[in-house]
């Protein structure tokens, strides 16, 4: 494979393209940088039909040479490191660094997810009857992967599908295709033709994949807004659904952690990707005693984070991915600064060429000002005092999602504690960003719907089969 300018779709193993093509644009310089296929509906027909012929050959296979195929994507996609990290850079904003970090963990997640295997649980053994349960694979998947981390969005989805014995349709985001078509067609020669296609295209791509009658699961990643979209779309033929959506999650530091020590990772636990992370720290609770300390460090180690072009050394936040979030992430400056709000850092943007976000961190803003209750998607971050745990509770439950949460202390009991009471599908302690591939990951309330990995995100695709069987006498 070239890492050129070349760009097409993986549709039954070969490469296609379309007359109808989509601009992509590098948002640390706004300027266009590729073209890619606006598939058509023929052509994702094309895709599912290919998917669908796979499919019997491919969930048939000994799940050993699945497990073993699984394996090898990662092999190839740490050959071709540098590349894949360049491109990323490029189209995503994100520094070299951070680009070459999602290349290994796709590479670490698709080792761990080969090593899984299906069960297959007995519950009755008896003299009269067995009863076992199955996993058996779905059919075709569709995934629907977003433009902030779409390398990694597309292998939590597409390995664990794999493993399972499905086939895959996957559409990346139009804002952040290329690393995902190239990703396509390195593993053309790793996987059986039709198992593996990946299509590009806007909001009528996706809409025809969460409608399209031979889909028989969509997995979803991105807004609360469009999820409810695609779980509309799907039930219409009763698809499976797994959503992974927003959040607007809430970190709580108690009083007896060391600022200084604790800042970075609160910094980068909130600013990591422009902030651009569904389980981000977007409302960033301090008890009233260390408030002022902690606000302190964190200016202070803000102020030694270099933003720019992703693709020059010496940079460590890029720009907000795309114009319509930029504006997003503008207008709720714009509204903060409007309502006298005060800004410890940032709050101003430059209008330089590029969407680039200056890191603004608020201070103790009103609890339902917009920049507390909207999760911006962008690096900036409202600090807001407590003095009372069970108010603090109260105040980060009073959400209308429930992804993700933290809680930093050096009494690990009480953390828990705390920590048990958050209405969120995952509870940090002391950290953040801690995905692991054996442990599930999903929303409460309008958060998601499923989960993702570990065994419980690898059983989301496949459909459970009972069969009972009664021992009869023996004859005569």
Known sequence: MIFDDHYSMTIDGEGAVSDA????????????????????????????????????????????????????????????????????????????????????????????VAGFTLPVELVEDSDTRRVEIHHRPIGVVGAITPWNAPLLMAIWKMAPALLAGNTVVLKPSPYTPLSTLKLGELLRDVLPAGVLNIVSGGNDLGQWITAHPDIGKVSFTGSTATGKRVMESAAQTLKRVTLELGGNDAAIVLPDVDPKEIAPQLFWGAFFNSAQVCVAIKRLYIHADIYDAVAHELVEFAKTVALGDGAQQGIDLGPVQNGMQYEKVRQLLDDARAEGQKFLIGGEVSGCPGYFIPISIVDNPPEKSRVVTEEAFGPVLPLLKYDDIDDVIRRANDSETGLGGSVWSNDLDQARAIGARLETGTVWINEMFAFLPNAPFGGHKQSGVGVEHGMAGLLEFTNSQTITSRKLAPAG
């Open 21 to 112: 093509t989509i601009a992509v644009v590098n948002p640390a310089t706004e300027e266009v940088i590729a073209h890619v296929p606006d598939a058509s509906r023929a052509q994702l027909d094309a895709a599912v039909a290919a998917a669908k012929r796979a499919f019997p050959a491919w969930s048939a296979r000994p799940i050993s040479e699945r497990q073993a195929m699984i394996a090898a994507i990662a092999e190839h996609m740490l050959g071709h490191k540098s590349e894949m990290a360049r491109l990323f850079t490029a189209e995503q904003g994100r520094p070299l660094g951070g680009a070459e970090w999602e290349i290994d963990v796709c590479a670490q997640w698709c080792q761990a």
